[in-house]
């Protein structure tokens, strides 16, 4: 194989962060299992290796609660180790007592070693029993002081190759046919000259080049694009460096067919060198 797939193996301490660090892999393009048996790792591997769209990236998530199917972990690590077509990472999230402690009271959730004890004793029993894997762990991560989004931020440095570039859909709509739910922003485009009132535009959409002409020759329109793209420019790095996992942004006129479809389209080509973009043009089909 010229390309060896990368396995990311995440365990730890309970309430340390690995539902959130799940999550972040998923974000990353990683295919993601959690809660499984160390055991059933390497027949993923093979099915993966096998499948028609194959798979590069892939997390699992083991723990306790699998009692003693998680015993054979350290070994089953090796065993992927030994394999000439797999890179595999040992990954262990670690928190203080008290860190770990406080996340349990607030989550009220039960320890999975929980017995009818207090909640300390069963967390200092746990890191007890998971000593050997913490010292065999490639990576350590201590989340005591770490926010879910600076838990994901520290994952996508340490493992992830490249900058995830956001995913945004930008759809074009009709303020007379509602907003779209989803909207993250809106971009209200009923001041420009409206091509609804231009007999030969009127039966054309945004995505014609007669109608898409019409809207782009106007200074206001370009005034608005140059602020809104410049806005944009900046809004999404920082959507991103902030955990967010995917943006939507409306552009609205009265029937989503002519000014809205152009200026969304304008927008979309313009984004597509920062990010992964999507244009949909929810009303242009509808009847006035």
Known sequence: ????????????????????A???????????????????MPRLIDMAEHASGKLSKMAFGCDLRGGE???PLL???????????????????????????????????????????RLL????AERQKLAGVRQAADVVIDTSNL??????QELSRRFVEHAVRLPVHVVSFGFKF???????????????????????LRPYTGEDEPVYNYVMQWPQTQSFLQKAEEMLDFLIPEFQREG?????????????KHRSVAVAKHIAAHLRDIAVVDLTHRDFRRED
């Open 1 to 20: 194989m010229t390309n060896r797939l990368q396995a990311i193996v995440l365990t730890g301490m309970s309430g340390a962060g690995k539902s959130t």
């Open 22 to 40: 799940m999550q972040a892999f998923e974000d990353f393009g990683f295919f993601c299992v959690d809660n499984l048996p160390p055991a059933l």
């Open 69 to 71: 199917l998680f015993e």
């Open 75 to 117: 070994m089953t690590v090796q065993e992927i180790r030994d394999r000439k077509d797999v890179t595999v990472t040992l990954v262990f999230l670690d928190a203080d007592d008290a860190t770990l402690v406080r996340r349990y009271k607030a989550s009220r959730r039960r320890h999975p070693l929980s017995m009818g004890g």
């Open 121 to 124: 004793e069963s967390i200092q």
């Open 147 to 152: 926010s879910a989004n600076q838990l994901k």
């Open 178 to 200: 509602g907003v779209p739910l989803d909207a993250d922003m809106v971009f209200d485009v009923r001041f420009l000259p409206n091509p609804h009132y231009i007999d030969h």
């Open 244 to 256: 967010k996992s995917h943006l939507v942004i409306g552009v609205g006129c009265t029937g989503g």
